[in-house]
């Protein structure tokens, strides 16, 4: 009894050294407009081994310096900081210990933001020409700043088009799923997505009524470096317009393309025939967005897309608990046949399970790709609170299984 009360002692002070002893996170927030140190800023610490949770919170300091203690040492996280509505992000790999931030301030009207380029890519089968039609933005304001407001952009579809998904992808490189506003006007789509300093891909995913041959028309509404068309080698494609030239092949795909376009001048170039592009294209098969933004299943049994993500997540949590019940199962019969068959003064030997071959590299930031969605409907009150809980327990039970794994 008394060894018993001995090793409780010793487990609680090992208990309690270990949040003594809990990593810190520091840095500095930096107000890339105006070049000094943003103190009284809200600074979080999200945790990515728990799924986006937010674990640790703080405030800079008059010279921007903050302090965040990371009690899950070793896992991935992120820190995010806000200005004027915006978040900032900056990603912290296990075992860092600084991350600095950049913010900006904001605004609605905002000069110095250019299209440099546009690029559609188009495939055509079954009566269908489907349209991944790219714009890449670039925020060049001085002093740097980020636009915000209710249509921060907007795109002009023709006639006819069915409306699919959009995404953005931002300066850092994290692809979020946006939702359209209404413009007010026919066919016109606006978007409210923040366009921060440097270069902002935006994609927007449509089909349209196809009879084996389309014409399109496009009024650039600003000056764009490069326009730009890809689609299988089996389709055809027309340059209406002067100023088309064609390109080296790219994934598989012919290239076309027309170097300073002006802006309110009509382009027309036509498409004829049918072709599928290569997987892995962006526009491939079902109009898949691009940068591991996944398309949700199509609505045929009357389940929306938010049911449809939480039946996958009770569906995974079912198997998740099929496999640890199989591995507590295995373990303690390995561990039943060793001690029946361990020769005397021989070394215990083991059984193992062989390890799952470990999931390709873009599952991870699927998954986070998913989870920031998910966390931005929910502020925007996209979701309510019960379909937000069973969808991100999923979420997070599968994304703690690939950073096992990995």
């Known amino acids: 009894m008394k060894v018993r009360n001995q090793i409780a002692v010793l487990a609680l002070c090992l208990f309690g050294s270990a949040g003594a002893f809990a ?15 943003s103190s009284g800023d809200e600074v979080v610490l999200l945790s990515l081994a728990s799924g986006m949770e937010e674990i640790a919170h703080a405030k800079t300091d008059a010279q921007g310096h903050y302090t965040l203690a990371a009690p899950d040492d070793g896992a991935q996280h992120l820190v ?5 509505s915006v978040h900032y992000f900056k990603p912290v790999p296990p075992g860092a210990t600084t991350a600095d931030v950049t913010i900006y301030d904001a605004a609605t009207q905002l000069s110095g933001i250019v299209t440099e380029a546009r690029v559609f890519h188009l495939q055509a089968s079954a009566g269908s020409l489907e349209v991944s039609d790219l714009y890449v933005l670039n ?35 994290m692809p979020l799923t946006v939702a359209s506003v209404p413009s007010g006007v026919k066919n016109r789509y606006a978007f ?14 449509y089909k349209l009524p196809y009879s084996g041959q389309y014409e399109f028309s496009i009024t650039p509404e600003a000056p764009l470096n490069e326009l730009g068309v890809l689609l299988p080698k089996s389709m055809k494609f027309t340059g209406v317009s002067a100023g088309f ?12 393309f027309a170097k300073n376009v002006a802006a309110n001048q009509p382009v027309k170039f036509s498409v004829a025939g049918e072709g599928v592009a290569p997987s892995g294209v962006p526009g491939a098969n079902d109009t898949q967005p691009a940068n591991n933004v996944a398309t949700p299943p199509a609505n045929t049994s009357g389940m929306s897309t938010k049911e449809w993500q939480i039946a996958g997540g009770i569906l995974f949590l079912i198997l998740v608990g099929a496999f640890v019940l199989w591995r507590m199962v295995a373990s303690k019969k390995a561990g039943l ?18 390890p799952a ?9 699927v998954l986070k790709d998913e989870l920031f969605q998910l966390e931005t409907d929910r502020v925007n009150g996209k979701i309510s609170q019960e379909d937000y809980e069973k969808t991100k327990a999923g979420l997070d039970a599968l994304f703690r299984r690939q950073m096992n794994r990995k």
């Open 23 to 37: 990593a810190q996170i520091s840095g500095t927030v930096i107000n890339g407009t105006t070049n000094k140190p």
């Open 80 to 84: 995010r900081v806000a200005r004027q």
């Open 139 to 173: 925020n060049n304001s001085l002093p740097p700043r980020s636009r915000i407001g209710n249509q921060t952009f907007a795109v002009n579809l023709p006639d006819g088009a069915e409306m699919g998904e959009a995404s953005m992808t931002g300066p850092s490189g």
């Open 192 to 205: 409210d997505f923040p366009i921060r300093p440097g270069e902002t891909r935006f994609e927007v995913f």
């Open 245 to 256: 030239a064609q390109d080296s092949d790219e994934a598989g795909l012919a290239v076309f």
């Open 337 to 354: 046949d060793s001690k029946v068959t361990k020769p005397a003064g021989k070394p215990r030997t083991q059984t193992q399970i062989q």
């Open 357 to 365: 071959k470990p999931a390709p590299a873009g599952m991870l930031d």
